[in-house]
């Protein structure tokens, strides 16, 4: 089993948040054999490991850094994919070209946010026709719905300010499930908010707002004979 993370932020809780996440799902699932990797862009968005040298040191985790990769042997277009977000804009437009003559429209979504952020000064139009992209890929359907999306939400800062704001909501949700998980388990709050990051107040409101069927389930691993019993008198 493998646990893949790529992060391009620095963020000094990601170590805590990643083995946080990876323990939870080897206790829920009962996983013995399995390895960590994590992808940077370069050692210098890594955060310390402080408390978590063991998973580091035993060789389960492989950290990657993806501006000490050789570049004398092309990836395959996923993994070339994550190196061009460090790539200057030669070997970015270089690039691009070599993914999309080899894979076609297949990932055209990922390419164009990538290259509207990394050349934030020219239009789409613009960058079209500096990669003089082929004329089949300007018919595909994907082509023509994004560019009639594109024109309808206007400037490229407001797509870039969507995007974080998505990923924001969905690392918040994620979080929030995995306390609701933790508190299925019967953890202590104070536990599962120094775990995921939460308040503890907004654990014990997570505990609150769940269902009453997971309500049931929490009271019956601590006294299921109870929990029979006030059933049967009710």
Do not use: C
Request: no cysteine.
């Amino acid at each position: 089993m493998y646990f893949v993370e790529v992060q391009f932020q620095r963020d000094e809780k990601f170590y805590r948040r990643f083995f946080a996440e990876t323990v939870l799902y080897l206790h829920q699932y009962e996983v013995h054999d399995w390895r960590g990797v994590v992808i940077f862009p370069n050692e210098k968005i890594e955060p310390s490991f402080k408390n978590y040298e063991e998973f580091i040191e035993s060789g389960r985790v492989r950290r990657i850094y993806l501006d000490q990769l050789p570049k004398t042997k092309p990836l395959f277009p996923q993994l070339e994919i994550f190196r061009l977000m460090i790539a200057d804009e030669q070997e970015t437009l270089k690039t691009v070209k070599a993914i999309l003559s080899e894979t076609g429209s297949k990932f055209w979504e990922i390419l164009e946010k990538i290259l509207v952020s990394k050349f934030s000064n020219l239009t789409r139009e613009e960058i079209e026709k500096m990669l003089k992209l082929e004329t089949n890929l300007m018919k595909t359907r994907y082509y023509r719905e994004a560019r009639e999306e594109a024109r309808k939400e206007g400037r490229q800062e407001g797509l870039q300010e969507g995007l974080k704001q998505g990923l924001q909501e969905g690392q918040r949700q994620m979080t929030e499930e995995i306390a609701k998980r933790m508190l299925e388990e019967n953890l202590p709050i104070e536990l599962i908010a120094k775990t995921t990051g939460l308040s503890k107040r907004k654990v014990q409101q997570l505990r609150t707002s769940k269902s009453p069927e997971t309500n049931d389930r929490a009271r019956k691993k601590q006294n299921p004979s109870a929990l029979k019993t006030r059933r049967r008198h009710s």
